[in-house]
């Protein structure tokens, strides 16, 4: 039978319709099906951190978040840091989640993805050439097939227990409880370590409190709903000794630290993204930053796989690079956690964390970890520096001559074989052309900084990370051209073998 659509996503979340966006921006069709009538409306995660905004900025979805409160300042584990690096969109950027997702949505839709609300994935079948789903929707129930599904249907996700996927890791044990609550007027509070607890309060500019508490000593309960609000009350009360019970709750819920992920992100034609492949505490927006990040790993190679045909190869490059990534992201997570909600026994562990936190070499490792921009993928062998890190934004020329920089032309979803000699494009483009329908050709100039010695060119993927440069050597053009974007189109011209660059 023939598939409905080349891709089912399952949920959406920010990462399901940050995927489905993807997938439409690499071509491919895509199904969204999603059980809830409408979006969110919780503030979930606030944060988004600087890779992210890279990212938005390579898809023009920067001007879609207006101008979002800017904070440099963040913390590991509750110990105060400065999380800027190097970047266009240094340190946290404080959006909604429920706005991340509008946002979202409207990209998705406006390209072409079908969104479907009121649908809930029930039934999986793998039929080992496409897969299948029953799905139950307001007019009944439909079967929806697919060359590919990808599960990004959340910590609970329903297509983890259906496919079985093995979920190791570490159940909750502590938890944290939060509220939104307004009519109360109480001293801000950042990750404050009181004698019996940690407590955190912020207002916002809406006049909205966000108070947090963890009792020390205090081990999860097992939970079936939210906790009521004259539960966070009563804690915070013993923690910190204020009253709160005058306030209006508009929104209460818990976390705790558990610790999960997936031992593999793709299981034949079925793959999983988000909270869906790995279960964090959500501190720091670390967690929704990380589910965004996969999708858009994700999105284009599955987009070539399902449009020329690839080698397994490709797909399977996304579970290799992002559960590596996703594997560290969760032990700084662990590790913060031991940290925020440890009683008095961690304060000499917090104490030294605090004085090495002072040497900018492990500030910058931290915060180049928590902010996404120290991600490097294991593309081919090479030792160039930039080889599988992101590129940074660079002034290029298009071929008409007009100025632009690399992240505007990732806008395109394409990939992006740069020039820096000047003298090599011609014959950079003549290298490309089979994949010219996936690869733009220019040349480009390295703006104020200096490359790293030897750069003569490179080849940036979709998702702005370095496949291949120039000076590293070890790996042919070509043979990158055809692992990181699909077979040729047509064969090579053999005839006009250019002299520069190498293919190897
Ligand atoms: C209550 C709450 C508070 C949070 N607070 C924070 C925070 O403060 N900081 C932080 O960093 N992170 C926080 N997080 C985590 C953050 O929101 C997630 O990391 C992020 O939402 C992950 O996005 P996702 O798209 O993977 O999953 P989700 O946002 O969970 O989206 C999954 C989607 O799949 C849909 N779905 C599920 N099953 C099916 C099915 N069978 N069929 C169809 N659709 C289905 C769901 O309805 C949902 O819309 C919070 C999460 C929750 C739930």
Same mark, same amino acid.
């Given at each position: ?139 009944? $129930?439909? *079967? %929806?097939?697919? !060359?590919?599904?990808? =599960? ?8 983890? &227990? +259906? ?103 793709? $299981?034949? *034609? %079925?793959?999983? !993204?988000?909270?869906? =492949? ?8 670390? &967690? +929704? ?106 002034? %290029? ?5 007009? =100025? ?101």
């Amino acid at each position: 039978m023939a598939a409905d659509t080349q891709v089912i996503v399952v949920g959406a979340g920010p990462v399901g319709l940050m995927l489905a966006g993807e997938l439409r921006l690499g071509g491919a069709q895509v199904v969204v099906l999603e059980r809830r009538s409408t979006p969110t409306t919780e503030s979930r995660a606030s944060t988004l951190h600087a890779r992210t905004m890279e990212i938005f900025d390579s898809r023009g979805l920067l001007l879609g978040l207006g101008e979002p409160p800017n904070e440099p300042r963040g913390h590991f584990g509750g110990i105060p840091m400065d999380l800027t690096l190097p970047s266009t969109r240094p340190g946290q950027w404080k959006v909604p989640q429920f706005r991340t997702e509008q946002l979202l949505q409207e990209w998705a839709v406006a390209l072409g993805a079908d969104v479907r609300r009121s649908w809930e994935v029930l039934e999986l079948t793998d039929h080992g050439d496409s897969v299948e789903v029953t799905a139950a929707h307001p007019g009944g $129930t439909s *079967r %929806v097939r697919g !060359a590919y599904l990808v =599960a990004c249907d959340g910590e609970d996700s329903t297509v983890r &227990a +259906l496919t079985g996927a093995e979920f190791p890791g570490q159940p909750t044990g502590r938890e944290l409880l939060r509220a939104d609550v307004v009519g109360i007027d109480i001293p801000g509070r950042r990750f404050e370590r009181l004698e019996h607890g940690l407590a955190v309060a912020a207002r916002n500019p809406e006049g909205v409190t966000r108070v947090m508490v963890h009792e020390f000593g205090g081990t999860a309960q097992p939970r079936t709903t939210e906790p009521e609000f004259g539960e966070v009350v009563d804690v915070w009360k013993r923690v910190v000794g204020e009253d709160l019970s005058s306030g209006k709750p508009i929104w209460v819920n818990s976390f705790g630290d558990a610790n999960h992920q997936l031992s593999a992100y793709r $299981t034949g *034609r %079925v793959l999983f !993204a988000g909270d869906a =492949a790995h279960q964090q505490m959500p501190i720091g927006g670390q &967690a +929704l930053n990380l589910g965004l990040q996969d999708a858009v790993n994700l999105g284009w190679k599955l987009a070539i796989q399902v449009r020329h045909g690839s080698a397994d190869d490709l797909l399977d490059s996304y579970h290799d690079e992002r559960h590596a990534v996703g594997e560290r992201v969760l032990a700084n997570i662990r590790a913060q956690a031991l940290l925020l909600l440890g009683g008095p026994e961690v304060e000499p562990l917090r104490t030294l964390m605090a004085e090495l936190m002072t040497a900018e070499p492990t500030r910058a490792t931290l915060a180049g970890m928590i902010s996404g921009l120290d991600v490097r993928y294991p593309v081919g062998e090479g030792a160039h520096p930039l080889l599988g890190a992101r590129l940074p934004d660079l002034a %290029v020329t298009t071929p008409e001559g007009s =100025a632009s920089s690399s992240t505007a032309l990732l806008r395109t979803g394409r990939g992006l074989l740069l020039d820096f000699t000047g003298d090599w494009t011609a014959s950079l483009r003549l290298i490309a052309e089979p994949w010219a329908d996936r690869v733009s050709v220019l040349s480009a100039e390295w703006g104020s900084g200096t490359p790293p010695e030897g750069t003569g060119a490179v080849l940036v993927r979709p998702d702005g990370h370095t496949a291949w440069a120039e000076s590293a050597q070890a790996v042919p053009l070509t043979s990158a051209l055809r692992r990181w974007f699909g077979p040729p189109r047509h064969r090579p011209e053999q005839r006009h073998r250019p002299e520069q660059p190498s293919e190897g």
